[in-house]
């Protein structure tokens, strides 16, 4: 099993940046992607990024290409989403997960899920 805990969440002006941090324990070794989803309200789970765990290939939306950094700090077991020029419409939930395989966006491919932390831009 592997723990996933997330934080950095809160309230943020549009123009403004937060950063995510998702602290794994448990059986890091298996861990190969680790990625950051986000859920609105009355919306789908959808892909922001992620990156794989040993060797640091990272990979994002569209909509947040050249905003939003993913990295990981394998000593610290610790991934984060430094989220830069933050927009209303990036308001949501934002979920840690991690694959045991090579994966990108697909929620259904992650098998451990942190709780989640609120993201809220306001206009």
């Known amino acids: 099993q592997v723990q996933l805990v997330e934080s950095g969440g809160g309230l943020v002006q549009a123009g403004g940046s937060l950063r995510l941090s998702c602290a794994a324990s448990?059986?890091?070794?298996?861990?190969?992607?680790m990625g950051w989803f986000r859920q609105a309200p009355g919306k789908e789970r959808e892909f922001v990024a992620c990156v794989s765990w040993s060797g640091g290939s990272t990979y994002y939306a569209d909509s947040v290409k050249g905003r939003f950094t993913i990295s990981r700090d394998n000593a610290k077991n610790t991934v984060y989403l430094q989220m830069n020029s933050l927009k209303p419409e990036d308001t949501g939930v934002y979920f840690c997960?991690?694959?045991?395989?090579?994966?990108?966006?697909?929620?259904?491919?992650?098998?451990?899920w942190g709780q989640g932390t609120q993201v809220t831009v306001a206009s």
């Open positions: 448990g059986r890091t070794f298996s861990i190969y992607t």
């Open positions: 997960a991690a694959a045991r395989s090579r994966t990108y966006y697909s929620p259904a491919e992650y098998t451990y």
